[in-house]
């Protein structure tokens, strides 16, 4: 069995501070999220890391983040472009907008041929959901059905205090395989715990903090890569049409056409750790003080 690759999408990384360099750090020592992701997944036993980024950003992409990865395992990069499309189809006129995570993950195709995890480059997930995954991905291979996996956390320890937010909340069977996933994109802390809306707000409906969510980290076998690249032929098919400078291809979908068509299994890895993000500028103080707080138990020593 192949080593799994961590895969981390970081072509939309520091869009929300106008580029790279306006990247806040998130400790003393220079560190931004992404470190801490590279760290624990050196510490559950990762080698290799695949980037994901604009073409535009390489040069300070490779200054900033990829030299300091460079210390601690393989790196390899590759670009997510618009134009990165199959043959016989085109970029609609006045598209800007990415294709969306499956594509991004899609742009791996020529470098990616094993088990891999994938990740969000902005988000930190806690040492716990690595070695989980790792440990997954090294134990499991595809059969008559792949074998797939995800990291759920606990809804109440994904939410800000700052607004809203969006989460994709999972059904899970008695055997701890997914079965759905419900995006909800207005999910909010109330006075009376976590409630989510379908009106933008209006009306909140109350929702378990205990409610597993997905944060987008997906454990795969190297035969997802094949079922990406055919169904992002049907995306642009069947969905672009309908919203051509809008329409996102996402991993989700996809995982959730195969679980439909019953070809793949996706098992629940549940995380107790917390989730941290800066989803709103004033969740930056969360982060910083969380981290300080891991590094003065000595779970980070970076």
């Not at 210390?71 to 609609?92: R, S």
Request: proline letters at 4%; one cysteine or more; hydrophobic letters at 40%.
């Amino acid at each position: 069995m192949k080593k799994p690759v961590l895969v981390i999408m970081a072509a939309g990384m520091g869009s929300r501070y106008g580029g790279l360099k306006q990247i806040d750090p998130i400790d003393s020592d220079g560190h931004i999220i992404i470190d801490f992701s590279i760290y624990d997944a050196v510490r559950a036993g990762f080698e290799k890391v695949i980037f994901i980024i604009k073409r535009e950003n390489e040069q300070i992409f490779r200054e900033t983040i990829g030299k300091r990865a460079e210390g601690l395992m393989e790196v390899a990069y590759v670009f997510q472009e618009l134009e990165n499309i199959p043959d016989g189809f085109t970029v609609p006129e006045g598209r800007i907008k990415p294709w969306g995570t499956g594509h991004a993950v899609l742009s791996c195709i020529d470098i990616l041929n094993g088990p891999f995890a994938v990740i969000n480059a902005d988000d930190y997930y806690g040492p716990e959901a690595f070695k989980m995954i790792y440990d997954y991905l090294t134990t499991h291979e595809d059969d008559s059905r792949y074998r797939y996996t995800m990291v759920g956390y606990r809804l109440g320890n994904t939410l800000t205090e700052n607004g809203h937010v969006s989460r994709g909340v999972c059904t899970v069977d008695s055997k701890g395989y997914l079965t759905g996933i419900c995006e909800r994109t207005y999910i909010v802390m109330t006075p009376d715990g976590a409630a989510y809306s379908e009106d933008d707000g209006q009306t909140l409906i109350p929702i378990s903090p205990d409610e597993r969510v997905s944060m987008n980290m997906w454990g795969f076998s190297a035969s997802f890569m094949a079922e990406l690249k055919k169904q992002f032929s049907d995306f642009l098919t069947n969905e672009m049409p309908k919203n051509p400078l809008k329409a996102e291809y996402f991993l989700p979908s996809v995982v959730s056409s195969l679980l439909a068509d019953n070809k793949a299994t996706v098992q629940v890895l549940h995380s107790n750790d917390k989730w941290y993000g800066v989803t709103y500028k004033e969740d930056k103080a969360t982060v910083v003080a969380a981290i300080a707080a891991l590094k003065q138990r000595g779970i980070y020593q970076m």
